[in-house]
Structures are given as C-alpha cells and as structure tokens.
C-alpha cells in the first residue's frame, strides 16, 4: 500500500505543473511521430531532413545542436538517410577534416513536398489552443528553457 505524501503547497504546484508539460509533451510527440511515420522516415531521420531543408548544408554537430530529438548513433541514422538518397556527406571546402551534410535532389524534393503538410499538420494539432494562448505558452515555456543565472 502507499503512504499518503503531502507536499508544500508550492511543491505539489510545480511537480503537477512537471507533469502536465511531460504528458502534453508526449501527446504533442505521439501525434507528430504517427504522422511522420507516413512519410517514410522516422522522426530522426525527418528532423535531420527538416534542419537541412530550412538552413542548407551544416556539420554534423550543428544539425545535432538544432534537434529536438537527441540520438546517440549519428552516424548510423545519417547512413539510414544517405542509402535513402536524402543527404550526401562532402568535405568542408575550408577544412578536410569536418564533414558537411547537405540535401541532395531527392531529398530538397522530399523536404518541398512534406514541410508545409508537416506543419499544417502542427498547426491542427496544437488548435486546442489560441494564438494568443499559444503565444502565451510560448512565453512561459521560454522562461524555463532559460537557463538560470
């Protein structure tokens, strides 16, 4: 059996408020990853996509420090993507050593033919709320992905 556990006031707050962002966190992830899914791609592989198709050839680390999703095998999930002919690895024109990934054909046609669903797509989902609520979230999430001082 479980104890009965009481918290401060304020304590009790922020672990429901913890928990409210954790699950409308998987609920949002949930939905975007099934529809992604139809595209072929998993959410990796379509986040790499996605960086690539907004901001052009970028290192390998520069696209990891943009994703939302964090991974441990790159170079196995950039393999996954090349044998899918989305990406191609060339040497940096300024240094041989650092690799830049970039979008080949297929892939800039993938991203042109997928980007604007995908984010219609998002803008369905989080509908539950107002633009002006979505602001106001917007606002508040960035307070605590502020890093304390």
């Known amino acids: 059996m479980g104890k009965d556990v009481t918290y401060k ?3 009790s707050l922020a672990l429901k408020t913890l928990y409210s962002i954790g699950l409308a966190n998987n609920t949002i992830s949930d939905s975007t990853h099934s529809y992604i899914k139809t595209t072929g ?3 990796t592989q379509y986040a790499i996509v996605d960086i690539l198709g907004h901001n052009g050839p970028m290192k390998i680390s520069e696209i990891y420090n943009k994703m939302l999703i964090k991974s441990g095998n790159k170079t196995m999930i950039l393999d996954s ?3 899918k002919g989305f990406i191609r690895r060339v040497f940096s024109k300024s240094d041989r050593r650092e690799i830049i990934i970039e979008l080949t054909s297929a892939g ?3 991203f042109t033919q997928n980007y604007k669903a995908y984010g219609e797509f998002v803008e369905k989902t989080l509908s539950v709320l107002t633009q002006a609520e979505q602001k106001e979230l917007l606002a508040l999430l960035g307070k605590i992905n502020t890093p304390a001082e």
Do not use: A, S, V
């Open 9 to 11: 006031p304020k304590t």
């Open 41 to 43: 791609l998993n959410p």
């Open 81 to 83: 993507i090349e044998k």
């Open 108 to 110: 800039q046609k993938f």
